[in-house]
């Protein structure tokens, strides 16, 4: 038990160095993030941006998937996604001190925003049930009901929107339930 754990903390320190030891260290085009910060912190926040957003690197830096990291270019700006997120940076940064900040004199503990707040894994911070509905409008419901086991997982009220709109699409509307 304990060997395996010790196996698979090895192979994440590992794996982290090794990512690290891949980035440049001289950093030449940051705008938002302090000049001098330390390789190691950088690296620590892409990779919470990566998990935060369900992405990799490559979303939002120029660099072709599966090669080596030192092979990207980082401090390029080209990619829409870095410039979006250094927006996100900034407008994170203003919710938590002008605004979350000011709840401190009501409060001794405030939760701070963070990229996973809001994106939960995901490029579009959306509710799951936003990107079925979604789904819904742009392939219809038999689609979703082809692709995911419904009833386990939609909330009552999706549920509800769904069976409304299969009683006005669907000469059965029950059927969705029973395929
Ligand atoms: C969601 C978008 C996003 C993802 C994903 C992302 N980055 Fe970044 N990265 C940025 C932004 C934005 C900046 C610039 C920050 C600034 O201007 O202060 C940056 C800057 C950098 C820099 C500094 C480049 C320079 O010379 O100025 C490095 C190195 C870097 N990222 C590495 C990585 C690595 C490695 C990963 C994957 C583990 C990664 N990034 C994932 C958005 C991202
Ligand atoms: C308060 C909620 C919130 C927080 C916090 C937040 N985001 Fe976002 N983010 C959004 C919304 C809303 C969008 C717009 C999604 C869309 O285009 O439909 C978005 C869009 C983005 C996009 C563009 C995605 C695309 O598909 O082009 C990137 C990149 C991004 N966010 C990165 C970040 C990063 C990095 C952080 C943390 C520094 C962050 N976000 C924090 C709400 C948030």
Do not use: W
């Not at 927006?87 to 503990?109: A, P, V």
């Amino acid at each position: 038990m304990f060997k395996k754990l010790f196996f698979v903390l090895a192979i994440i320190i590992i794996s982290s160095s090794i990512l690290s030891a891949q980035v440049p260290g001289n950093f030449k085009n940051l705008k938002v993030l302090p000049k001098n910060i330390q390789k190691n912190d950088l690296t620590n926040i892409m990779k919470g941006f990566t998990a935060a957003l369900g992405v990799r690197c490559s979303f939002c830096h120029v660099g072709e998937e599966g090669k080596p990291l030192d092979t990207y270019d980082f401090a390029s700006d080209e990619k829409t996604s870095k410039q979006k997120a250094r927006i996100m940076l900034n407008m994170t940064r203003d919710i938590n001190s002008q605004y979350l900040s000011k709840l401190s004199e009501f409060s001794n503990h405030i939760e701070k925003v963070e990229c996973v707040t809001c994106h939960r894994g995901a490029k579009e911070p959306k509710s799951l049930d936003d990107i079925m509905l979604g789904v819904i409008k742009r392939k219809g419901v038999e689609y979703l009901v082809k692709s995911i086991p419904l009833t386990s997982i939609l909330s009552p009220c999706l549920s509800k929107a769904l069976e409304e709109i299969t009683v006005s699409t669907s000469p059965s509307p029950k059927s969705f339930v029973s395929t």
